[in-house]
C-alpha cells in the first residue's frame, strides 16, 4: 500500500500547469535518487510519479482534452529515460526542464 492516495476530486479541479508541476516534483526526486543510487527513494517517487501522471490523463480523457497524449508521451518520455540501459543525465535535465516551467506557470497564475 502506498503511502500517498491522490484526491481526484481536487486533482481534476487543478489546472493542466498544476498537475504537470506536482508531475515535476515527483520526476525531479526520481532523477535525483537515481543519480544519489538511493534506490528505495527511487521506487517511492517513480510510484508517485505515474500515479500523478495516470490521474492527470484520466482527468484529460474525461474532459477530452487533446493535451492527454502529450502527457502520455511525457510519461513515456521520463520512463524510458529513468530504466534506459544506460541513464543519461542530459535527457533528465532536459526533461525536467521541460517540467518546470509548468510548475513555474503554476506560480505565475496564482
Partial sequence: MNRYTINYNSWSRMSIFEQMGNIYSEISRSFKAKRDNNKEYEILSVIRAIELFDATVETLIKKKSIR????????DQFISNLF???????????LEKYFMQFAIAARVRK
Fill in 84 to 94: 534506459s540501459e544506460k541513464f543519461n543525465d542530459k535527457d533528465a535535465l532536459e
Fill in 68 to 75: 492527454a497524449k502529450e502527457v502520455l508521451r511525457s510519461k
